[in-house]
């Protein structure tokens, strides 16, 4: 009786002791937040991003005093908008890997915003200040925010589904965002598109990946607002964002939860879809309900 209950137990429910995860944008913001949820217990963590001074010091200042003895927090730096990058990265990772459990993709952009209010004012006023958008800033954002997780995803292939043994297969989680799937603009047309995007691509991906000579599962996570580099002017030493709170920040942002999310809100999906090897396909809005408000 005693073992048939021990399963049930946190720890084995969320074990990832041993595990191999790449994140990418995992030096700051939520990539960091993801990064420590796995090295914390027990797993090897290669965080990727382009600056490498930035990555240096997440691993420093957080890799340093794991709470589990085999977690880890590898720094490499490439970037997920360059084909060659991306290839170099996933090479670098197999000469030490023979297999990855659980790839993040989660490097994204936000690109500009407009005030998209004008259209209270006129037609003229609208138009004018939607003009000054740029091709080139929306194609920088799909670029980082949709294809490079698909190449990223696609160099991790082989090494995502040398992962699979019994019940066990490697997994993709994709961040895209409530962004992607509220119907404001929340001022920034081509964030929201493109994470809208990247929901597409999950469930496109999800579909593809599950064949049998793959068995790669594939999920996503759509996160709410979260302190981070993008949703705060920067980060401090240790590469952690904070966002002020009164009172009145549930209300004002329509956030039932009354808070932006915090890291706990966010290691516990990411370990929810990386141990849940019966979750295939899934958008998981982590958001403090602020998709009820904002539909
Ligand atoms: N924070 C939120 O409220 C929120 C809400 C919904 C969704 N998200 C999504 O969460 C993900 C993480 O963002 P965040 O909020 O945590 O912001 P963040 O702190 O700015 O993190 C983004 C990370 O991506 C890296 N990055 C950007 N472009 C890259 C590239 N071309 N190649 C490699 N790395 C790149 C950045 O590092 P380098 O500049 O050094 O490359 C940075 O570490 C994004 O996809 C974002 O859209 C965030």
Same mark, same amino acid.
Request: a neutral charge; glycine letters at 8%.
């Given at each position: 009786?005693?073992?048939?209950?021990?399963?049930?137990?946190?720890?084995?429910?969320?074990?990832?002791?041993?595990?191999?995860?790449?994140?990418?944008?995992?030096?700051?913001?939520?990539?960091?937040?993801?990064?420590?949820?796995?090295?914390?217990?027990?797993?090897?963590?290669?965080?990727?991003?382009?600056?490498?001074?930035?990555?240096?010091?997440?691993?420093?200042?957080?890799?340093?005093?794991?709470?589990?003895?085999?977690?880890?927090?590898?720094?490499?730096?490439?970037?997920?908008?360059?084909?060659?990058?991306?290839?170099?990265?996933?090479?670098?990772?197999?000469?030490?890997?023979?297999?990855?459990?659980?790839?993040?993709?989660?490097?994204?952009?936000?690109?500009?915003?407009?005030?998209?209010?004008?259209?209270?004012?006129?037609?003229?006023?609208?138009?004018?200040?939607?003009?000054?958008?740029?091709?080139?800033?929306?194609?920088?954002?799909?670029?980082?925010?949709?294809?490079?997780?698909?190449?990223?995803?696609?160099?991790?292939?082989?090494?995502?589904?040398?992962?699979?043994?019994?019940?066990?297969?490697?997994?993709?989680?994709?961040?895209?965002?409530?962004?992607?799937?509220?119907?404001?603009?929340?001022?920034?047309?081509?964030?929201?598109?493109?994470?809208?995007?990247?929901? +597409?691509?999950? %469930? =496109? #991906? @999800?579909?593809?990946?599950?064949?049998? *000579?793959?068995? /790669?599962? !594939?999920?996503?996570?759509?996160?709410?607002?979260f302190p981070s580099?993008?949703t705060t002017s920067g980060s401090d030493?240790k590469?952690k964002s904070a966002i002020p709170v009164?009172?009145?920040?549930?209300?004002?942002?329509?956030?039932?939860?009354?808070?932006p999310?915090r890291e706990?809100?966010?290691? +516990?999906?990411? %370990? =929810? #879809? @990386?141990?849940?090897?019966?979750?295939? *396909?899934?958008? /998981?809005? !982590?958001?403090?309900?602020?998709?009820?408000?904002?539909?």
């Amino acid at each position: 009786m005693v073992e048939a209950n021990a399963k049930f137990s946190v720890k084995n429910l969320f074990n990832v002791e041993g595990r191999v995860a790449v994140i990418t944008g995992g030096s700051t913001g939520i990539g960091l937040m993801i990064a420590q949820a796995f090295a914390n217990n027990g797993a090897r963590v290669y965080v990727t991003s382009r600056r490498a001074e930035t990555l240096e010091n997440a691993a420093k200042k957080w890799g340093s005093e794991l709470v589990h003895p085999q977690g880890k927090i590898i720094p490499v730096t490439a970037d997920i908008t360059d084909k060659a990058s991306i290839k170099t990265l996933a090479k670098e990772i197999a000469k030490q890997e023979k297999h990855i459990d659980v790839l993040v993709n989660n490097a994204g952009i936000d690109g500009d915003t407009s005030s998209v209010e004008k259209g209270h004012e006129s037609v003229q006023a609208l138009q004018k200040e939607l003009w000054n958008e740029e091709f080139q800033m929306w194609q920088d954002v799909y670029k980082t925010n949709v294809i490079g997780y698909f190449f990223t995803t696609v160099a991790f292939l082989p090494l995502l589904s040398a992962a699979a043994r019994g019940n066990h297969t490697g997994s993709v989680i994709n961040i895209s965002s409530i962004s992607g799937i509220t119907r404001t603009t929340q001022h920034h047309y081509a964030y929201n598109t493109s994470k809208a995007a990247t929901i +597409q691509l999950n %469930l =496109l #991906l @999800a579909q593809e990946l599950r064949r049998p *000579g793959v068995k /790669v599962r !594939v999920n996503s996570i759509a996160p709410g607002i979260f302190p981070s580099e993008m949703t705060t002017s920067g980060s401090d030493d240790k590469n952690k964002s904070a966002i002020p709170v009164d009172e009145s920040y549930g209300e004002k942002k329509g956030i039932p939860a009354g808070r932006p999310g915090r890291e706990e809100d966010m290691a +516990q999906a990411a %370990l =929810l #879809l @990386a141990c849940n090897e019966y979750m295939y *396909g899934q958008v /998981v809005a !982590v958001d403090g309900g602020y998709l009820l408000e904002h539909p």
